[in-house]
């Protein structure tokens, strides 16, 4: 089965980064767009970036352009998302995110806070 293991989160300061990672298994990884979402508090969840099977097409939100990258590694079935120059507006439930089959997939998020 489908399967979307996040991990790399916390508590940094504003300014600061992190790495978060996604484990994909169950699934063709190399085969299919992955993509990160967040979810902030009373707020609906967002696109935050898009990565295409072979890496060589990326969307960002306008929010996180030029501070986060999304990046892949196929051969470990594993999406990154990369995040500099932290902001407290950030702050959210990070999730990992794949379509296969019609069938839309979620990892258990993983909480990244910003804050002094």
């Known amino acids: 089965q489908v399967q979307l293991v996040e991990s790399g989160g916390g508590l940094v300061q504003p300014g600061g980064s992190l790495r978060l990672s996604c484990a994909a298994s169950?699934?063709?990884?190399?085969?299919?767009?992955m993509s990160w979402y967040r979810q902030a508090p009373g707020k609906e969840r967002e696109l935050v970036a898009t990565?295409?099977?072979?890496?060589?097409?990326?969307i960002y939100a306008d929010s996180v352009k030029g501070r986060f990258t999304i990046s892949r590694d196929n051969a470990k079935n594993t999406v990154y998302l990369q995040m500099n120059s932290l902001k407290p507006g950030d702050t959210a439930v990070y999730y990992c995110?794949?379509?296969?089959?019609?069938?839309?997939?979620w990892g258990q998020g993983t909480q990244v806070t910003v804050s002094s």
């Open positions: 995110n794949t379509k296969v089959l019609g069938t839309r997939y």
């Open positions: 169950g699934f063709t990884f190399s085969t299919y767009t």
């Open positions: 990565i295409s099977n072979t890496g060589g097409s990326t």
